[in-house]
């Protein structure tokens, strides 16, 4: 069973840069695909970034040319760069990813979140 965990949020002051971290476990083979999501208090889950397997990233006009979404298959990690950080990305962040094990089969897992809170 594949398993997702986030880690690397916290509070950060409006201006400043966070690096997400979504460390996948039980066997992985590769990380074919990624997508970042948040969620925000009251507001609905939003796709924040995605990376396809042919290594194609794409944003959400809201995290567009401050946010960076990349794939370190060796430590199989994904990861969300995130710099000039506004109040409004202040969500819980949901990582999702899928690749294949180690056994050749086919997994497409979530985590369970991290708290980001972007506040002066």
């Known amino acids: 069973q594949v398993q997702l965990v986030e880690s690397g949020g916290g509070l950060v002051q409006p201006g400043g840069s966070l690096r997400l971290s979504c460390a996948a476990s039980?066997?992985?083979?590769?990380?074919?695909?990624a997508d970042w999501y948040r969620q925000a208090p009251g507001k609905q889950r939003d796709l924040v970034a995605s990376?396809?397997?042919?290594?194609?990233?794409a944003y959400a006009d809201s995290g567009k040319g401050r946010f960076t979404i990349s794939i370190d298959n060796t430590k199989k990690e994904v990861y969300l760069q995130m710099n000039s950080l506004k109040p409004e990305d202040t969500a819980v962040y949901y990582c999702?990813?899928?690749?294949?094990?180690?056994?050749?089969?086919?997994?497409?897992?979530w985590g369970r979140g991290t708290q980001v809170t972007v506040s002066s």
């Open positions: 039980g066997s992985i083979g590769i990380i074919y695909s």
């Open positions: 990376i396809s397997p042919e290594g194609i990233s």
């Open positions: 999702n990813a899928a690749g294949r094990t180690v056994w050749g089969r086919d997994f497409d897992s």
